[in-house]
């Protein structure tokens, strides 16, 4: 028996420093943010929060799309699919600790913005109606959720948090919520666009529930492109392919519009072709444990382990 060879695949048990380091980050931020917001603000900033991300809109807009995924999937598979079920344990946490997290990381880098704040808010500007700053700071929103997602891929210690969230090989709407809740520091910079227009509109909530809703239905396990379209707003066959299983791909990372992917010549559109397969989604080689490795499901386990391994260095760390 080749113990040694067991030994050697198995990831070193060192911790990696720079998650950690996030971790500290994510920390302090909470603390600044639970400090400015106050005891009572805390409650209501997070009940707004998870309105706003996780209220009866989006979970009714996912529910509605789960019902479609199964009338017409790209893969047909059990709406209890181990992949679902996992996921549905992911949407449990975003709606239970991630968005409070996101909610007291957003006020403390709030308090940190606010030192550049006259460097960073557009002057006001009599005459332009409230929509168009809105529409200008949802295409910020957008710009900057681009540019975290492409650091997430760039960058090794960003890559091994987003990991979690491609390591999912059966893709559905509710993968949307699959993300390691550390992730969130990387995002926090989309905060900027809303800043940013401030002294003009204040952005509505209602505005980035729809965001969210839009930013979500990309992963839906269904068919769909919106042919010419494709170039204006991203379909579920186009993020598809940024969940290709070839590996970790730095196409078609945007959100809801594909106008960063075109100008920066990382766009690839889908095969008009329906008849062919859907492809397979997924990271080669499972760096990330899944809960389709094993004879039989262990989803406490597998969750635990897919949020324990960012903290765990690797010997040799895969591209
Ligand atoms: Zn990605
Ligand atoms: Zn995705």
């Given at each position: 028996m080749a113990v040694s060879a067991v030994s050697a695949a198995r990831p070193a048990r060192r911790l990696y420093l720079p998650t950690i380091v996030i971790a500290g980050l994510a920390g302090w931020l909470s603390w600044r943010g639970w400090l400015a917001l106050g005891q009572s603000g805390v409650a209501r900033s997070v009940s707004a929060g998870r309105f706003e991300l996780a209220g009866p809109a989006v979970l009714g807009f996912v529910a509605v799309v789960v019902v479609i995924e199964q009338i017409?999937?790209?893969?047909?598979?059990?709406v209890l699919a181990r992949g679902h079920v996992l996921d549905v344990a992911y949407l449990l946490l975003?709606?239970?600790?991630?968005?409070?997290?996101i909610v007291l990381i957003g006020s403390g880098f709030a308090g940190?913005?606010?030192?550049?704040?006259?460097?960073l808010v557009l002057p006001r500007v009599p005459g332009v109606p409230g929509w168009c700053f809105i529409a200008l700071a949802v295409l910020g929103i957008d710009a900057v959720d681009w540019l975290a997602h492409l650091g997430n891929h760039r960058i090794a210690a960003l890559w091994r948090l987003h990991a979690v969230h491609h390591s999912q090989e059966e893709l559905s709407i509710l993968t949307t919520y699959r993300a390691h809740p550390l992730v969130h520091v990387s995002f926090l910079l989309s905060a900027i666009p809303i800043l940013a227009v401030e002294s003009n509109v204040v952005t509505p909530a209602a505005v980035l529930t729809v965001y969210a809703c839009?930013?979500?239905?990309?992963?839906?396990?269904?068919?769909?492109?919106y042919?010419?379209?494709?170039?204006?707003?991203?379909?579920?066959?186009?993020?598809?392919?940024?969940?290709?299983?070839?590996?970790?791909?730095?196409?078609?990372?945007?959100?809801?519009?594909?106008f960063w992917d075109l100008m920066s010549h990382r766009a690839v559109f889908p095969d008009p072709d329906r008849s062919r397969a859907a492809s397979?989604?997924?990271?080669?080689?499972r760096p990330v444990p899944v809960e389709q490795a094993e004879?039989?499901?262990r989803y406490a386990r597998t969750m635990l382990s897919q949020l324990a391994e960012p903290f765990t260095a690797r010997r040799t760390e895969t591209p």
């Open positions: 017409w999937p790209a893969q047909r598979r059990p975003y709606a239970t600790l991630v968005v409070p997290l940190v913005l606010a030192h550049a704040q006259p460097w839009l930013g979500a239905l990309p992963h839906a396990n269904v068919r769909w492109t042919g010419p379209a494709d170039r204006i707003l991203i379909s579920p066959a186009y993020h598809r392919i940024h969940h290709a299983a070839t590996g970790r791909l730095d196409i078609n990372l945007g959100t809801v519009f594909p397979a989604t997924g990271l080669a080689g004879g039989r499901p």
